[in-house]
């Protein structure tokens, strides 16, 4: 599998196989959702966020909201809004996805 292939990969929504995001958009594997590791993209298409709530996260407050797959509804994970933190501010507007609710595909 050459590199060329992997940055061309797919992720899709493991309960309805709906593309997400691709592999070109992942910015981070070192996340933690709700369910366990989560990634981190730069983009995401097919989702429905809801509304936007503060949440107090491990590093910081953020104003977020809940992903949803559109064609399913399940629950992917969530989008940052906004960053309380300085240093936190680069996360805004990036999707947390958890890595139990996709799979990737070549
Ligand atoms: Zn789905």
């Given at each position: ?9 797919i ?9 997400i ?11 933690l959702?709700?369910t ?5 993209f ?25 992903i949803?797959c ?23 507007g990036?999707?947390?996805?958890e ?8």
């Amino acid at each position: 599998m050459s590199n060329l292939d992997d940055q061309s990969a797919i992720y899709r929504c493991k309960n309805c196989q709906t593309p997400i995001a691709s592999r070109s958009e992942l910015l981070s594997k070192r996340f933690l959702g709700k369910t366990g590791p989560a990634f981190m993209f730069s983009h995401a298409r097919n989702i429905i966020a809801g509304s936007k709530q503060d949440r107090a996260l491990m590093t910081g407050i953020y104003s977020v909201a809940g992903i949803y797959c559109s064609n399913c509804g399940e629950e992917l994970g969530w989008k940052y809004l906004q960053a309380y933190e300085e240093r936190q501010k680069f996360k805004e507007g990036r999707f947390i996805i958890e890595r139990a609710k996709i799979f990737k595909e070549y």
